[in-house]
C-alpha cells in the first residue's frame, strides 16, 4: 500500500494533481485528498491502484465517528507518521486492506491527540483495536446496510450484515432497545419514530448519505472552475489584499525592513445564503419497506440541490447581463479596465486564444507587479464544447508551422448553463490562484438532511438545507471573450 508512495514534493505537476481530484471525486473521496497523495505520487495509474485503499479508509473513518470534513489533515499526519516507521522491524507482506486498516487507525490516534486524549499504549504506532460492537460502530454499519439499500449504487461495506434487513426489522430492533415490546411492524415503526431511539437519525444519516454521493457525482462542470472555502458563520468578510511588489523589499543601507499591512480593501467573500425543502415518508411506506419511495425522493433533493448549486456557481457570471457581479471598483467583473475582457469579440480560436493567454500571462497585481499566471482551462457552453476540442486537439503535423502550440495544455470544462450559445473564457488553476470562489457552511460540504416524527401526518418529515454562496473575489485570473 505504501511502496510507490514518494516524499513530499512541493509542487505536483498540475495535470498530475488535476487527474487526482477527478478520480476522488468520481469515487466520492474527499476532493482535499488529492492534495494530500498528489504530491507523493509520479504517475495517474499510481492514483488508480490507490482509490480501493482510500475507499476502505472513508469507510473506516464513517465507522469510527471521523467526520470526512476533517478526516485531511489527520490522514496527512497519518501517512507520515507510517512512512516514518515504514523501515522499522521486519517487513510484512500487506494487502489493500491491512494498509486502509493501519492508515485509519493511525489517523485515529491522530485524532484523539487532537482532542487531548492518548493511545491505550501511550506510543504512536500503527494498530487495528476499533471496537465494532460499540454503540457508534454498530449506527455506522446500520447506515451503511440501509443506505446500500435506498441507493443502488453504494456497495455495503462495513455494513453489509445489515444491508438486507427491511425497515421495519430496523424499527422493531430500535423499539426493543429502547425497552418497548411492539406487536407488529406498523406498532414498531410508531414506536421507533416516536421514541428517543436511533432510528430517526439512521434513516436521516443514510438520505444524507444517499445526496451526498449523488451530488458528488452530479456537480456541476462549472464547479471545476471554482475554488472551495468554508465559512464559520454567516457575516460578511473580504478577501485581504497584500501587494506581493510591497511585501518584500530591498533592505536599504541603514538596514531598516519596511513592513506591510494586510488590508480588508479586497473583495467580498461569498456570505453565505441558506437552501431548503422538505417531504414526508408515511408510516405506510415505512412498514411496507418501500423504499422505492426513499430512492425517488433522494433523487428529487439531488436534483434540486444540484440545480442550486449550479444557479449559485453562474450567478456572479451572469450578473450585469454577462459582464459579470459588481466588484469593488465600482465595474463590472470583465472589464477593459481590469484587463480581462477581449477588446474584439473573435470566435475561438488558435489566434484569439493567443491573445487570451497573452493577457492572463501580463496580468499585474495592485502595485503593478506581474503576476505570470499560466492558463488552465477554457470554459465554454454547451455550443462550443465541439469548437473548443477541435482547438485543443492534437494535430498530426508534417511541419512545425502546423504544430498546435496548445494540444493538450489546456483543460476543457463545459458548462451548459451558460446564457451565451458564443462567448468563453480562459481561466487560471482555481487550486493555485483566487477567481470564483464559492463557500459552504464549516462542516456542510454536502445537504444536510434532518427528520422528525411527523405530526399532521403519519410518518417521518425530513428536510434538506444547504448553506452556500458564490462571487468571484479576484479579477486577473480569468478572461473573457464575448465571441462572435
Known amino acids: ?54 475507499e476502505k479508509v472513508r469507510d473506516l473513518f464513517e465507522a469510527t ?39 485509519a487507525a493511525v489517523a485515529a490516534q491522530v485524532a484523539m491527540r487532537k482532542r487531548g486524549e492518548n493511545p491505550s499504549n501511550g506510543k504512536f504506532r500503527p494498530g487495528i483495536g476499533m471496537d465494532w460492537n460499540s454503540p457508534a460502530a454498530q449506527r455506522a454499519k446500520m447506515v451503511d446496510g440501509l443506505t446500500a439499500r435506498i441507493d443502488r449504487g453504494h456497495t455495503p461495506t462495513v455494513g453489509r450484515e445489515f444491508a438486507s434487513m427491511k425497515l421495519s426489522d430496523f424499527a ?25 431511539s436511533d432510528f430517526p437519525l439512521i434513516l436521516e444519516n443514510a438520505m444524507g448519505k444517499t445526496i451526498a454521493r449523488r451530488i458528488a457525482l452530479r456537480e456541476p462542470d462549472i464547479l471545476r472552475a471554482a475554488s472551495k472555502k468554508e465559512n464559520v458563520d454567516y457575516r460578511p468578510s473580504k478577501s485581504l489584499t497584500l501587494s506581493s511588489m510591497r511585501a518584500v523589499q530591498e533592505v536599504s543601507e541603514t538596514g531598516e525592513i519596511k513592513h506591510s499591512t494586510m488590508d480588508e480593501k479586497g473583495e467580498s467573500n461569498p456570505m453565505l445564503r441558506d437552501f431548503a425543502g422538505a417531504f414526508t415518508i408515511s408510516n405506510k411506506a415505512l412498514v411496507n419497506d418501500d423504499l422505492g419511495l426513499f430512492d425517488q425522493a433522494a433523487l428529487r433533493m439531488t436534483e434540486a440541490c444540484t440545480a442550486v448549486q449550479r444557479s449559485v456557481l453562474l450567478g456572479p457570471l451572469l450578473a450585469n447581463a454577462g459582464a459579470g457581479q459588481t466588484m469593488a471598483d465600482g465595474l463590472a467583473m470583465f472589464h477593459v479596465n481590469h484587463r480581462n475582457l477581449a477588446a474584439t469579440n473573435a470566435p475561438l480560436s488558435t489566434t484569439s486564444l493567443t491573445a487570451a493567454r497573452t493577457a492572463l500571462r501580463k496580468q499585474v497585481g495592485p502595485a503593478g507587479e506581474l503576476l505570470a499566471i499560466e492558463p488552465f482551462a477554457l470554459v465554454v457552453p454547451a455550443e462550443q464544447e465541439t469548437l473548443a476540442q477541435q482547438v485543443v486537439a492534437s ?72 448553506a452556500i454562496d458564490a462571487a468571484f473575489t479576484e479579477t486577473a485570473t480569468w478572461y473573457r471573450n464575448a465571441g462572435a
Request: proline fraction near 7%; charged fraction near 20%; avoid cysteine.
Open 65 to 103: 465517528g471521523v467526520a470526512l470534513t476533517e478526516a485531511g489533515p489527520m490522514l496527512e499526519a497519518a501517512l507520515e507518521a507510517l512512512l516514518g516507521t515504514a523501515g522499522e522491524g521486519e517487513k510484512q507482506e500487506e494487502t489493500p486492506a491491512d494498509g486502509a486498516n493501519m492508515l
Open 395 to 466: 494535430i498530426q503535423a508534417t511541419k512545425i508551422s502546423d504544430v498546435n502550440p496548445f494540444a493538450g495544455s489546456l483543460e476543457i470544462i463545459v458548462e451548459p448553463g451558460l446564457t451565451s450559445a458564443t462567448g468563453w473564457y480562459l481561466i487560471a488553476d482555481p487550486a493555485m490562484y483566487e477567481g470564483l470562489t464559492w463557500a459552504t457552511l464549516e462542516g456542510m460540504d454536502a445537504p444536510r438532511v434532518e427528520s422528525r416524527p411527523g405530526w399532521n401526518t403519519l410518518g417521518m418529515e425530513f428536510r434538506v438545507t444547504w
Open 172 to 196: 422493531m430492533h430500535f423499539a426493543r432497545m429502547s425497552g418497548q415490546r411492539p406487536s407488529n411492524a406498523a406498532e414498531a415503526v410508531r414506536m421507533a419514530t416516536h421514541s428517543g
Open 1 to 54: 500500500m505504501l511502496d510507490f508512495l514518494k516524499g513530499r514534493k512541493a509542487n505536483p505537476p498540475a495535470r498530475l494533481l488535476a487527474q487526482s481530484r477527478a478520480m476522488m471525486k468520481a469515487k466520492g473521496l474527499p476532493a482535499d485528498w488529492a492534495e494530500i497523495f498528489a504530491p507523493r505520487m509520479e504517475t495517474a495509474p499510481e492514483i488508480e491502484e490507490l482509490i480501493p485503499v482510500l
